[in-house]
């Protein structure tokens, strides 16, 4: 830390109950989130990568630099080899209960794959998992929304083909389906160190708690609605601002739609970030997308007028600092557009991918961080306040 960061990160009395917003309590080896320039992967801004191999991303994310295509062949097929769960995995997460949300039910699937395979190594658990998250989260949709049996893995296909190729959507499949949900997985991987559910699971690792439960209380920390869950909710949102501004969506109907929305004090999902000051370029590369296949699409005509319009009416409140969409704002809509309309099981497939930044993450600060001696146990101070009548 610098001079000038150590003046800007002085803690003041107003600083309290924000969040910890903006203060810096560790490093982070995978990836940094800029407020102009977005999320950059291990020195790779996202749009740079975001239509790599997933293995060749995940391979950076895990050790910092490109690999060699030797090393990244080699990385495929370890990933490849421990991809399968066993029956019995498999058997418990079929057992468990359809009613209620999917983000319950899948941060118990790893928990489940935990007590039955981890072997209490953070690296080797982190590979494992990793490696069987598209056969595992495959298994839990496809039980949960009662799509049917689960086919074996072909992990040949690769990473997130593989998975697409598990799914049992009833509506079939599409190649540019599997592009989409591609794209996804990578644009979630990481988002620095201290967005919620990674903070939290690094929190939880290090009481020493394994890697698999570490990472069902990040699972958990993902499913609200201020985090993982926002990208259901936005798309809640599109639709509701399609279907009260008419068929076409035109800019005009979407813009009273919003203005609406802020007179009734309600809430506008899809825009602005706790870091971001800027487009997310997460978005940004979502919604290139959409013009791209789907500019007829009605729904994407009208994620494309709330980009526009959302901006516009947010930045006439001087109080708001960060006035753009986020990625949730087009992410919901894409996959909408590709064929996978079930978003009750969007924010599954955040957690399928920001497990991966997690595990990595967790692994440097167990095993990595201070020389190899791994982070302390995490315990910040909290003031004591008495209860009044006001608090
Ligand atoms: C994320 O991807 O984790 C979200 O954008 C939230 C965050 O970064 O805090």
């Known amino acids: 830390m610098n001079d000038k960061e150590k003046v800007l990160f002085e803690i003041r009395e107003e600083n309290l109950e924000t969040g910890l917003r903006g203060f810096p309590v560790g490093y982070c080896t995978t990836s940094s989130v800029d407020p102009i320039k977005g999320l950059i992967y291990a020195g790779y801004p996202i749009d740079q990568v975001a239509f790599w191999p997933p293995e060749e991303v995940i391979f950076l994310l895990m050790h910092g630099k490109k690999g060699e295509e030797s090393q990244v062949k080699e990385f495929s097929e370890e990933l490849k080899a421990q991809a399968t769960l066993s029956n019995e995995v498999i058997e418990h997460i079929k057992a468990l209960p359809k009613k209620g949300h999917p983000m319950k039910s899948f941060p118990i699937a790893i928990l489940l794959l935990g007590m039955l395979e981890g072997k209490e190594d953070y690296r080797k658990d982190c590979m494992s998992l990793i490696a069987k998250m598209p056969h595992l989260t495959a298994v839990l949709i496809n039980s949960h929304a009662g799509w049917g049996e689960t086919p074996p893995p072909d992990p ?8 697409v190729n598990m799914l049992q959507l009833p509506g079939g499949k599409s190649e540019m389906l599997e592009r989409v949900l591609t794209l996804f997985n990578i644009l979630h991987y990481d ?11 690094k929190a939880v690792a290090s009481g020493l708690e394994d890697l698999y439960g570490s990472i069902t209380s990040a699972m958990s920390a993902l499913a609200g609605p201020r985090h993982g869950k926002a990208n259901q909710e936005s798309l809640e949102f599109t639709k509701e601002a399609l279907k009260k501004s008419g068929a076409k969506a035109s800019p ?17 999902y899809g825009f602005g970030h706790a870091v971001l000051r800027v487009e997310d370029p997460r978005a940004t590369v ?47 809509t894409l996959l909408t557009a590709a064929g996978f309309g079930y978003p009750e099981y969007y924010t599954v497939l955040f957690g399928l991918s920001r497990v991966v930044g997690i595990s990595i993450q967790i692994v440097y600060e167990r095993c990595e961080a201070r020389g190899g001696k791994g982070t302390p146990i995490v315990r910040p101070k909290y003031l004591y306040k008495p209860k009044t009548a006001s608090t």
Not at 156 to 163: A, S, W
Not at 259 to 266: C, G, M, S
């Open 286 to 332: 979502q919604y290139k997308m959409a013009e791209e296949f789907y500019s007829d699409n009605p729904l994407v005509k009208a994620a494309l007028n709330l980009r526009k319009a959302g901006t516009k009416v947010l930045k006439e409140n001087p109080k708001i600092t960060n006035p753009y969409p986020n990625v949730d704002a087009i992410s919901g």
């Open 156 to 163: 040949e296909l690769g990473y997130m083909q593989n998975f």
């Open 191 to 201: 988002h620095g160190g201290g967005n919620l559910s990674t903070f939290v699971g």
């Open 252 to 268: 005009d109907a979407i813009e009273g739609f919003l203005r609406q929305k802020l007179a009734n004090k309600e809430l506008i």
